[in-house]
């Protein structure tokens, strides 16, 4: 098993800026990704942003140009820069673990979430 432990929600004014992080109990079996999802009040949970072991990112179309995804190998870290932050990107963001291949693949962990308000 891996847990995940999240850190860095908050309260932030709009415009303001917030970096989320999440330590992995152990390394990731690879390939894997890292990233974070998001779950706002009565919206389905969405993906913000994702780095795998050999650093693809993708990030979700609201968030590009204003959230970096980063990771710290040797910490089993993953990060998330928040800038520029909007009222609509308050919600509970989770920190997620996947293995992406070989023969643990489908192999999903998820932090416990952190909130995120961003008031306007």
């Known amino acids: 098993q891996v847990q995940l432990v999240e850190s860095g929600g908050g309260l932030v004014q709009a415009g303001g800026s917030l970096r989320l992080s999440c330590a992995a109990s152990?390394?990731?079996?690879?390939?894997?990704?890292m990233g974070w999802y998001r779950q706002a009040p009565g919206k389905q949970r969405e993906v913000v942003a994702t780095?795998?072991?050999?650093?693809?990112?993708n990030y979700a179309d609201s968030v590009k140009g204003r959230f970096t995804i980063s990771r710290d190998y040797a910490k089993n870290t993953v990060y998330l820069q928040m800038n520029s932050l909007k009222p609509e990107d308050t919600a509970v963001y989770y920190c997620n673990a996947k293995i992406i291949g070989g023969s643990f693949r489908g192999d999903d962990y998820w932090g416990q979430g952190t909130r995120v308000t961003v008031s306007s």
């Open positions: 780095v795998t072991n050999s650093g693809y990112t």
């Open positions: 152990r390394s990731i079996f690879s390939p894997n990704a």
